[in-house]
């Protein structure tokens, strides 16, 4: 098969489309034919050697993909047959690549409705949002949240998860065309991030209250000043981070607030599943619809790489073997 490999860390152009020898399946584990991949953040960071997690090299980069089933291992407890469509919530070679052996556990169900592309946005994107939504700063119906960075795969997750969950939701953007995007996601109120007076409209946007919860994708530039907007037992639940932050601790003293990290790496499998299961129905009952902005041929993964860094954003880029 095709797939991309990197030899040594560095700049998009380690990223090569080489001729590798095809997974086999033993055990427990299911081979998928990829037709899509998701591209994600992380991706760039590993590629670059400047994450705490740095796979052995050489590797072919990937979490997110989407296909069909192509071949399962001995032990698989047979969920699936050949040809099924199916997303994945990792693999274990890598998903920039025309095939990608995954553990059977991890496979889900793609409805018929949803696209290779939109099942290749699932499960970085949506599970973190999910995951940082309920299971780490537990939102509840009627909650406020600040979705702070809605336009990108995790905000755009956010947005439709907490709409779905009677959530008040204002998310924050850095283009027009992300503000339109955002808004017919189903958020009540866009603002732009770009704007230095931003925290004055945020808090506006509450009536002065604050936010039970705000939803961070850039922790290093935002988070001393989203603890000046949050309302009484309000937490920031931190999604992305690119740097240091400096906060005034009496800002979430004064409210009984919180701070909640949360890293996708850490979910335990069985949460994991739990989130897949309702991922699933969200798809089934379409409150999910993942949204592409673009879909890149696999060969050119180095123009995918720094299109997720460029700004703007979209929903999810995905490569096409
Ligand atoms: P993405 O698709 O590239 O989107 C990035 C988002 O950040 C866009 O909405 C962008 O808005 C927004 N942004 C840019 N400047 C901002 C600012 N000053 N304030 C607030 N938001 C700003 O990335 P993603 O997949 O959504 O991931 C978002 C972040 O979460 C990344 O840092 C990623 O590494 C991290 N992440 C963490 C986990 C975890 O397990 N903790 C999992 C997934 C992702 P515009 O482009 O419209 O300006």
Avoid at 127 to 135: M, N
Avoid at 142 to 157: K, M, R
Wanted: hydrophobic content about 45%; proline content about 6%.
């Amino acid at each position: 098969m095709k797939a991309i490999r990197v030899k040594e860390f560095g700049g998009p152009e380690v990223m090569q489309l080489v001729e590798v020898p095809d997974p086999k399946p033993t055990g427990a584990q299911v081979v998928v034919r990829i037709r899509a991949a998701g591209v994600n953040p992380v991706d760039v960071y590993m590629r670059s050697g400047t994450y705490p997690r740095k796979p052995t090299l050489p590797y072919t980069p990937g979490t997110d993909g989407a296909g069909t089933v192509e071949s399962l291992g001995p032990d698989a407890a047979k969920r699936f047959k050949p040809g099924e469509r199916v997303y994945l919530a990792g693999s274990l070679s890598g998903t920039y690549a025309e095939l990608a052996l995954c553990e059977e556990q991890f496979v889900f169900q793609l409805p018929a409705h949803v696209s290779f592309a939109q099942g290749a946005a699932m499960h970085v994107a949506y599970a973190t949002a999910y995951r940082a939504l309920f299971q780490r700063a537990h939102a509840v119906a009627g909650e406020t949240l600040l979705v702070h960075g809605a336009s990108g795969g995790v905000g755009i997750a956010a947005v439709q998860l907490a709409r779905a969950a009677g959530l008040r939701v204002i998310g924050t953007v850095g283009s027009e065309r992300g503000g339109k995007l955002v808004l017919d996601e189903g958020a009540h109120v866009v603002l732009d991030h770009s704007a230095p007076n931003h925290f004055e409209e945020a808090l506006a946007a509450t009536g002065g209250r604050g936010y039970d919860l705000i939803l961070e994708m850039l922790a290093n530039v935002n988070l001393g000043r989203d603890l000046g907007i949050l309302a009484m037992h309000g937490r920031v639940s931190v999604v992305g981070s690119r740097g240091n932050a400096e906060i005034t601790p009496r800002d979430m003293m004064g409210r009984d607030g919180a701070i909640i990290g949360m890293s996708l790496w850490n979910t335990p499998p069985h949460e994991l599943i739990c989130i897949h299961a309702a991922l699933v129905a969200g798809l089934e009952n379409k409150t999910l619809r993942p949204v592409i902005g673009q879909e890149i041929p696999l060969a050119e993964a180095g123009r995918a790489h720094t299109a997720i860094m460029a700004g703007g954003a979209h929903g999810k880029i995905v490569l096409i073997p």
